[in-house]
């Protein structure tokens, strides 16, 4: 069951990270409405100027937010600025499934959490395009905001989300719209599957955070960018993250480099 808000629930560090993502929304969003120029980096990935500048604008707002902590940023890891990370850092995904913005689905996100002793305890994810901003922060809850372009997202009106158990008659999996594959199709056949839902970028965390989906699978390859702000989201709507065979996913790994992991609601959307 979804809930209003209280006024005190999300943390002013919550929010504020809230506040980031939404304004870097209007960032990619203005560069969504142009013919959209397209580079590859080194691992043939794609990255566009959207990237860059929402990029460029976190940064300098979340220095601004947290004075000396760390953040670990996918363009600026790309480009070979690493910084030292301690107990406490940010992970930074501008434009999560930038496939899905070339495409122009809408199925696009910025992720922005951050970790403490190697775990995501605050986290957002905006899709911008969906007018669909979800914040999760551990011991307080998980939100989602109707957040469209052009004004300030209404954090009063916010509900809470839950992840939900599975359904007697099957469960409902999220899959990758860009990254799906033969590993996580055999994966899921251990499943009893009544419905797949497809999407793009962290929004399939959002989905098992929100109730609207009860697995999400993926067995190719992730950075911690990719998975913190969703990881923070579902954790605190009650849901779980962790490899296949069930370990703790942990953040501030060598190279950033995730293994395969399940996503999963109440329960843990057991085969």
Partial sequence: M???????AASPMLRALAMIAYDAGAIILEYYAQEITTQH??????????????????????????PGVPIVA????????????GHR??????LDGTKEFIRRNGEFTINIAEIVEGKPVRGVV???????????????GAYEAFAPPGGAPDFAE?????ARAPEADGLTAAVSRSHNDKKTGEYLAKYNVKNFVV?????????????EADIYPRHGRTMEWDTAAGHAVLAAAGGSLSTPEGRPFHYGKPEFVNPHFVARGLDGAKA
Avoid: M, W
């Avoid at 979804?2 to 005190?8: F, K, L, V």
């Avoid at 959207?50 to 937010?65: G, H, P, T």
């Avoid at 916010?158 to 839950?162: L, T």
């Fill in 41 to 66: 980096k080194i691992d043939h990935s794609p990255v566009t100027d959207a990237d860059v500048a929402a990029e460029r604008f976190i940064l300098k707002r979340l220095a601004q937010l947290a």
């Fill in 126 to 140: 905006y899709a911008p395009a969906k007018d669909r901003l979800f914040f999760g922060e551990a011991l307080v």
């Fill in 199 to 211: 999407a793009g970028s962290s929004l399939k965390f959002c989905l098992v955070a929100a109730g």
């Fill in 74 to 85: 996918e363009e600026e890891v790309a480009a070979g600025r690493i910084p030292k990370i």
């Fill in 89 to 94: 850092f940010f992970l930074v995904d501008p």
């Fill in 2 to 8: 979804n809930e209003t808000i209280h006024a005190h």
């Fill in 158 to 162: 916010a509900r809470q989300i839950h």
